[in-house]
């Protein structure tokens, strides 16, 4: 190793320095650190260093014999081919030595190159990869194409061309209906609010559980109280009955615009409605699972009003119940307690009574009895009026001396009472038989002055000078006064007693009867409160909430009698027979103070009751003393029980509320209004007291007929005013009327001799306006006509099933062949399908037909009992009228035959008559005219404030599988303006054309029109149409929108209040209105939201269809639009399906189907993805900043700019890297700018109200119509603008593409393609000349032959389409066109077809093979012998990989950057400045002629210089060129003198032309140096050729070899110069000497430099060179 170690070392260094001797301007490069580069990095042994001491010594001879040869030679001469040099021969020369290196060190440096092309070539590979990774995971077009395959399979229409507006209509329908539609219950997924916990028929239990456990419910109760009962002669009340019907329904917030939505939407909680089976009852209904919202009770056909209720939360009714059971107990038992005080107050007053009273009570009684007794025989007649006052007297003076015997008797301390005990037991009784009166037993025989006996007892006279004294008559009177108030004591106080031990019965049957009335006023004024109280049976008082009221009652009071022990004494000594009144005193006095505290006895009501009773008025107080009886129970609470009540005069039991309902609508005659008589002045009538003109209220007969026949409402008129109505104010009412005057002849006082007026013509009219026959008429007539179309609809279904049945049967006895088994199943299927399909619509549009027929029916029926009614009336009023003439007739005979007292009673009987005659024609109509005809909707509302609001959500509508709607689906509806057309010769045909864009209203709202399924015939009147389409609500002053008006006095319509806005000329409501959405034309949007049900989007359609928003007149384009979302792929997607309506009378049908994500960097994957964005944005830098490069390097080696953009290669490169920079700020601004703004709701609000009964497009205020367009819009911009990316992305795939060839060229197999293509460009722009030239004829001679009738050329785009596939091999224009024609088409198109194949596809094609096979060919012929590609890499990536792991596993592997370094040395240059790259130059072009002469550019410079001089010389002007600018206007110049001269000086335009005419004449100048420069520049670049490439050059080595051949003469030299290295060692030593001599030799020059010079250039110039020579 070491000897060949140094054997190459000595070859570089002779060659370097052989190089530096040949090259006098090279200063050899002698570093003595590069003496050793390939020496080996270990120690080496000490012989070998021994070994390389010798062989520097011998090297330091050695240059002395080169440097004579190299001096001498100056260089080695190439002698032939610069490979032949023999390194054996020539092994001493050090120039042949630096000549070989030269050479080795280009074949490397070539290979070196090759190396740097194959590395550029594989890292832009690479750097592509990078980016078409990137691209693909930007786009992730599988992703994208399972979004979009799902989208274009589930909505794009499978033909491109439609024959109809039912076409669109029926795709329309087809994508609404299988895209909304309903939750399904049992999926486990409860989707709130739309699936919904159970309750009635509603919600899901399998999902979301009943909803009594999810949420806090109000229980309601609801009370229906019916009276059918109708006066005879107007409709039966078993009518009435079975046509009234009820149900329970959400509340319509309007009930023109639609429900409120609670949970399940609109439907009603009864599946069908209640019918009532009695005609007079009340009927309970407990409901325990309501929602909240707002209900009504809707009460339908109760044209009467003799429906009735209430609804009431259930948990107030039982609480209020409950509180009324426990208030009324405790009542009961206050009042019971409170009488019974009472009642012991009074016998304890009896028992306080003294004797004497006692006496005087019953004295008085005795009187008062005796007193009647006379007055009733005076009264009658049997005592004499004469004995009356002599009785009375006698009465009196008999009880005056009992109460003064009495008064003796019991005068305490008197004789008698201190006698008491002795008179009681010693004196006998006064036997009065046979004797005197008691009165008369003691007489005193005394004057009278001093006292007198009168009457039974005598007067004891305390006074005076004596007393007759009688002590035996005083003893009997004491004693006998004394008995006899003894025994009526004892019968007092026993009676006391008895009235005591009955208190309590007495009591009792009291406090029952109050509270059996108050009981009955309660099931009055409030009965489900008493309905409740009677529901509850216990017999527990314990359990407050289940015992019933009486055992309530009966424990009030048993508990207090408990408690108190004087009760229980009293009760005790009620058992003894007459206690001692002190005893039974102190029994009641204590049951009394017991009795008397104010909480046993004070009343929680008003006791005793009065009527009106209120049972919400109670003695709070009470109520607050009785608390701890009812512990946890609210008594005081005040509770709303009722939610509703409607209809109260069924409530209060009015059989006839008819008399009073809606007068002001249905009978306005009897609408009256309170007035004063004063305040009257008309109409006048006669009064028949005067016979003066007056006021008719100011008159008695018709102030009691206008109070008895007009309303003002319940309370009436106050007192001094009266109800005047317009039947009242009639002055012939009381025509009929006789009033007899003796005053005024005749027997009439007004008008005898005319006769009466008819009182039935105001009833009459008014039924006769109530039952129109036009309304009738019309109605049966399009009943009619809707029966006959159902009819006529019938038959052609049955038509078509009978058809198709025969067709399925022909079909099953056709195909019978197994061979075709499976086609016949294939076209059964589609068969039976197409059935399917078919019977589902004809029995869609059947149940609609039916449903619109229902309707019309049902309104027919209304009518028709409005009429039957009216008949009945006028029927009624028509015996109204006999009755009444009858009984004026018998009125008339029975004042002839004198039957009446006085005229007075005779006209006051006429009066009541009429005013009779009045109140019944009043009863007659108004119970033959409805109360009204509408359904009832009696509202209410549940709150439970606790509950939780549902979530703001949507309904989730999905296009496929998992691709959610986003908003909703738009169509949008471009409409055309019909106009006469400009040609008007077949005006008497058709003469309407289109011109322009409509956007006027248009359509119809099908809730109006009669005969469609959506008609309402209970919207179809004045108040309904105004109150749905309300102009002023359409006015927004700030937007300047004010409805407009026909003001005209035509009979047109939109008069005030149908307005031009929403109404049509006939006032009928437009379907459609205008309304802008961003990136649209002007048209009509029409949005079905996502929160549409599945029976709301049906109902949408039918108003799309029966509307009328899609015609085949006006409409010019309908757009379809849905924006989707793939939560898994996290795309959305963009569908637009465009209708085009075509002049040609079909409709074309295109799509547009996108897909985009806009989520960009929320994964790791993503994270990834951007990093890579970077790294690609760096390497997009760096290709920006290598292009700088380049074009500095070309400044520099080429001198100019512009000498970049020679090369086409470069506009390559340019265009690839601008685009490629454009693309990367084009992604981020997508996705961190346009991606992360882009935020769509789910939900747009735009319509006012999406359940609405009609008017359903009434647009929200505020809405979010643009709101929703403008999501559309920008998403259609992201995708346009993503589009764009990726079109310039694969434009720029495709330069990088051709950037790849370009860096392949360098290889010759490699660059094939390119060199293939560069020497055929010329042909190949030729060919195509021509063929575009061909082709382009074709098509259009197709497009004007076949274009009128072909698909495939009906344009020019679809003609050359259709060519270009016929090309490729598709010849579907051929067999579906050309081959079915017939006649003259036929020929042509035969001729059409076979030439163009002929012409273009065989001849002109196989030119084109013929022209690229031949050009490669050439280039395969000349590639044939280069170096494939393998061949060359391998050693490449060997020595690459042997440098890599030298250290490791390769420790001898020299590397590549040492040798070409050491290459360097040996040339003689320094390795470390950087290499001036060759450049390249094309050849010189030359101009050839005589076959194979040349001539280049200086040539023919010199050549065009001789033909100027020998043209001058033969003076032959045409083949000068043209002279200097200078040259020339000197000539001018002379000839103008000349001209001047030869003309007398003669100016003007005279002197002109003759100047002009010497110049014409003077010999042009010679050409200038530069202008035939310029000339020949010109001519050889357009008539120049490239020079022909030496053949030798062709027909040598390859480089390879060339390189081998090289290396081995190397290796030869290496031995000889080893041999000379001791040579070259001595002559160092010589060369020494000579660098001295070569110092001193520079010092002489710098001397003779430094000298002045001479006074003569050439004496100068020679001394110098002297002086160098020396």
């Not at 109150?1027 to 937007?1039: G, I, Q, W």
Request: proline content about 4%; hydrophobic content about 40%; glycine content about 6%.
């Amino acid at each position: 190793r070491a000897t060949a170690t140094r054997n190459v070392d000595g070859a570089r260094r002779h060659a370097r320095r052989g190089v530096a001797d040949g090259n006098a301007n090279r200063v050899p490069y002698t570093s003595g650190a590069m003496m050793g580069m390939f020496s080996r990095k270990k120690k080496a042994e000490p012989e070998e260093e021994a070994e390389e001491e010798e062989e520097e010594e011998d090297e330091d001879e050695a240059p002395t014999k080169g440097a004579d040869k190299g001096s001498g030679g100056g260089g080695v001469e190439k002698a032939g081919n610069e490979y032949d040099l023999d390194v054996e021969a020539d092994g001493d020369d050090p120039a042949t030595a630096a000549t070989v290196v030269a050479a080795l060190y280009a074949k490397y440096k070539k290979n070196y190159n090759r190396r740097t092309d194959y590395v550029a070539l594989f890292s832009f590979l690479v750097f592509v990869s990078f980016y078409l990774s990137i691209l693909y995971l930007q786009r992730s077009a599988e992703e994208a194409y399972m979004l979009t395959s799902t989208l274009k399979s589930a909505l794009i229409p499978e033909d491109s061309e439609m024959g109809s507006s039912q076409d669109v209509r029926d795709w329309i329908e087809d994508v609404v209906t299988t895209t909304w539609t309903d939750a399904r219950c049992g999926d486990g997924r409860c989707e709130a609010p739309f699936e919904f916990p159970e309750y009635g028929r509603f919600g899901c239990k399998a999902d979301c559980d009943l909803l009594t456990l999810k949420a806090k419910i109000t229980k309601i109760q609801i009370d229906i109280y019916y009276n059918f009962s109708h006066p005879k002669g107007s409709v039966s009340p078993i009518d009435l009955m079975q046509d009234a019907k009820w149900n329970l329904c959400p509340m319509e917030v309007d009930e023109l615009i639609g429900p409120k939505k609670i949970f399940h939407g609109a439907d009603c909680y009864y599946e069908e409605d209640n019918g009532f089976e009695d005609q007079v009852g009340h009927k309970v209904f407990e409901i325990d699972d309501i929602p909240d919202g707002e209900w009504s009770i809707v009460v339908k056909k109760d044209i009467f009003l003799k429906v009735a209720g209430a609804v009431r939360p259930r948990i107030n009714v039982t609480l209020e119940a409950t509180n009324k059971r426990l208030l009324l107990a405790a009542h009961y038992g206050q009042v019971r307690r409170k009488m019974e005080l009472t009642e012991y107050n009074k016998l304890l007053s009896t028992l306080t009574k003294t004797n004497l009273t006692l006496a005087n009570a019953i004295l008085d009684a005795a009187e008062m009895k005796e007193n009647g007794t006379v007055i009733a025989a005076r009264a009658a007649k049997t005592l004499p009026e004469a004995n009356y006052t002599a009785s009375i007297t006698l009465i009196q003076n008999k009880y005056k001396l009992n109460r003064t015997m009495a008064t003796v008797a019991l005068t305490p301390g008197g004789y008698c009472q201190s006698n008491f005990v002795s008179l009681l037991n010693g004196t006998t009784w006064y036997n009065t038989t046979g004797k005197e009166p008691l009165s008369k037993a003691c007489k005193c025989e005394t004057p009278g002055s001093w006292g007198t006996v009168n009457g039974s007892l005598p007067i004891f006279v305390s006074s005076g000078p004596s007393v007759c004294k009688c002590y035996e008559s005083v003893d009997i009177a004491c004693s006998e006064t004394m008995r006899w108030i003894m025994i009526e004591w004892r019968r007092h106080l026993g009676q006391a007693w008895t009235v005591k031990a009955a208190l309590r019965d007495a009591v009792t049957i009291a406090a029952d009867k109050e509270m059996a009335t108050l009981l009955d006023w309660l099931s009055s004024l409030s009965p489900v409160t008493f309905f409740e109280i009677n529901q509850i049976k216990g017999t527990d008082p314990e359990k407050l909430a289940e015992a019933s009221l009486a055992a309530l009652q009966a424990d009030n009071i048993n508990k207090e009698r408990a408690k108190d022990p004087s009760y229980t004494a009293l009760v005790a000594a009620t058992q003894t027979n007459f206690p001692r009144v002190e005893q039974l005193r102190s029994f009641v006095t204590a049951r009394a103070t017991t009795l008397s505290n104010v909480s046993l006895s004070t009343p929680i009501y008003i006791s005793p009751p009065i009527y009106p009773f209120n049972f919400t008025t109670y003695n709070k107080a009470a109520v607050q003393m009785i608390m701890p009886l009812y512990p946890g129970y609210p008594l005081e609470l005040d509770l709303k029980l009722d939610l509703v009540e409607w209809n109260p005069a069924v409530l209060e039991r009015q059989d006839f509320a008819f008399m009073t309902c809606n007068l002001d609508a249905r009978a306005p005659i009897f609408d009256g209004k309170c007035l004063k008589p004063a305040d009257v002045v008309a109409p006048l009538v006669a009064d028949p007291g005067t016979g003066s003109m007056t006021p008719y209220l100011r008159q008695a007969r018709f102030q009691k007929l206008c109070d008895a026949v007009c309303y003002c409402d319940k309370i009436g008129c106050p007192t001094g005013s009266y109800c005047s109505c317009e039947i009242c104010r009639r002055t012939q009412q009381f025509d009929t009327v006789v009033y007899p005057n003796s005053t005024v002849t005749g027997r009439k006082l007004l008008g005898w001799d005319n006769p009466p007026s008819d009182f039935t013509l105001p009833y009459r009219r008014h039924l006769l306006q109530t039952g129109s026959a036009t309304d009738l008429d019309t109605i049966l007539t399009a009943v009619k006509d809707l029966s006959s179309k159902q009819a006529s609809l019938d038959t052609k279904i049955e038509g078509v099933k009978k058809a198709q049945e025969v067709q399925n049967s022909a079909a099953e006895e056709h195909h019978k062949d197994k061979a075709l088994e499976n086609i016949i199943k294939a076209g059964f299927d589609d068969l039976k399908k197409g059935h399917e399909s078919l019977s589902k619509s004809l029995e869609e549009i059947l149940a609609k037909q039916q449903q619109a027929l229902a309707a019309a029916q049902e309104s027919l029926r209304i009518q028709q009992r409005t009429n039957a009614l009216a008949e009945a009336g006028l029927r009624q009023i028509e015996r109204l009228a006999k009755a009444v003439e009858k009984q004026r007739e018998s009125i008339q005979a029975a004042y002839a035959s004198g039957a009446f007292a006085n005229i007075e009673q005779y006209i006051a009987i006429q009066e009541n008559a009429v005013v009779t005659r009045e109140i019944k024609a009043k009863e007659n109509l108004l119970m033959n005219t409805p109360c009204q005809m509408k359904v009832l909707y009696n509202s209410f509302e549940l709150a439970n404030f606790n509950n939780t609001e549902p979530p703001i959500a949507y309904r989730e509508r999905f296009i496929g599988l998992n691709n959610r709607v986003i908003a909703g689906m738009l169509i949008y509806i471009e409409r055309k303006n019909l106009v006469e057309c400009e040609s008007n010769r077949f005006e008497g045909i058709d003469r309407t054309c289109s011109g322009g864009r409509d956007i006027s209203s248009f359509g119809v709202d099908p809730v109006f029109k009669l005969g469609t399924p959506l008609y309402n015939p209970d919207y179809d009147n004045f108040e309904t149409l105004t109150k749905v389409y309300n102009c002023t609500e359409f006015a927004n002053p700030d937007a300047g929108l004010y409805p407009t008006y026909n003001m005209s006095n035509a009979s047109n319509g939109n008069k005030p209040p149908f307005c031009m806005e929403l109404y049509n000329p006939r006032d009928i409501p437009y379907g459609f209105r205008h309304k802008s959405i961003p990136g649209y034309s002007d048209g009509f949007p029409y949005f079905f939201d996502i929160n549409l049900s599945a029976d709301e989007a049906q109902r949408w359609i039918d108003f799309m269809t029966y509307g009328l928003m899609i015609d085949d007149v006006k409409t010019e384009k309908v757009t379809a639009q849905i924006v989707v979302y793939n939560a898994e792929l996290g795309y959305f997607g963009n569908v637009m399906v465009f209708f085009e309506f075509t002049e040609g009378g079909k409709i074309e049908v295109s799509h547009s189907v996108n897909t985009i994500k806009v989520e960009l960097y929320e994964t790791t994957d993503d994270w990834v993805r951007f990093a890579m964005e970077i790294l690609l944005t760096i390497g997009a830098v760096h290709s920006v900043y290598s292009e700088i490069l380049d074009l500095v390097e070309s400044k520099r080696t080429r001198g100019s700019y512009l000498a970049y953009f020679s090369s086409m290669w470069n506009y390559i490169d340019v265009a690839s890297i601008t685009i490629h920079i454009g693309t990367i700020f084009m992604w981020f601004t997508f996705g961190w700018k346009m991606a992360a703004e882009f935020s769509p709701d789910i939900h747009y609000d735009i319509y006012k109200n999406l359940e609405a009964s009609a008017f359903i497009t009434n647009l929200k205020v505020p809405n979010q119509m643009s709101e929703m367009g403008a999501l559309f819009l920008e998403m259609k911009d992201l995708v346009t603008y993503l589009q764009l990316y990726m079109t310039l992305s694969g434009i720029n795939i495709i330069l990088m593409l051709a950037r790849i060839l370009k860096l392949m060229d360098f290889q010759p197999r490699l660059g094939v393609i390119t060199h293939t293509l560069a020497l055929a460009t010329a042909d190949l722009m030729h060919f195509f000349v021509i063929f575009f030239m061909i082709f382009m004829g074709y098509a259009f001679i197709g497009h004007v032959i076949f274009g009128y009738a072909s698909v495939h050329f009906s344009d020019m785009t679809a003609s050359v389409n259709s060519l270009f596939q016929n090309l490729l091999g598709d010849i579907t224009y051929f067999m579906e066109d050309f081959k079915s024609a017939n006649g003259l088409t036929f020929i042509v198109g035969m001729i059409y077809f076979y030439s163009f194949n002929i012409f273009v596809l065989m001849i002109l094609f196989n030119f084109l093979l013929a022209i690229i096979c031949d050009a490669f060919g050439e280039v395969k012929a000349n590639a044939s012998e280069s170096v494939s590609v393998v061949t060359e890499l391998v050693p490449m990536i060997t020595d690459k990989w042997r440098t890599v792991f030298s250290r490791v596993a390769y420790p001898d592997h020299i590397p590549e950057s040492r040798v070409r370094r050491q290459l360097r040395i040996w040339k003689g240059e320094n390795p470390d400045e950087e290499e001036d790259d060759e450049v390249e130059e094309a050849p010189d072009k030359v101009f050839k002629y005589s076959d194979a002469k040349e001539l280049d550019l200086p040539g023919l410079k010199r050549v065009l210089r001789r033909c100027v001089i020998e043209t001058y010389q033969r003076n032959d002007a045409k083949f000068l060129l043209r002279p200097t600018s200078k040259e020339k206007r000197i000539d001018d110049i002379a000839a103008d003198i000349a001209a001047e001269e030869e003309g007398g000086g003669g100016g003007g335009i005279k002197g002109f032309f003759s100047r002009r005419a010497s110049r014409s004449k003077r010999k042009e100048a010679l050409a200038t140096a530069e202008e035939i420069e310029a000339a020949a520049e010109m001519l050889m670049e357009q008539v120049g050729e490239e020079p022909e490439a030496d053949g030798d050059e062709e027909d040598g080595p390859t480089e390879v070899e060339q390189l081998q051949e090289s290396l081995e003469k190397l290796l030869k030299a290496q031995q000889k110069l080893v041999e000379g290295q001791v040579k070259v060692i001595e002559g160092q030593a010589k060369m020494a000497d000579r660098q001295d001599r070569l110092s001193e030799l520079e010092k002489r020059i710098l001397n003779v430099l430094e000298q002045p010079p001479p006074s003569s250039g050439g004496a100068g110039m020679g001394g110098m060179l002297s002086a160098l020579k020396k």
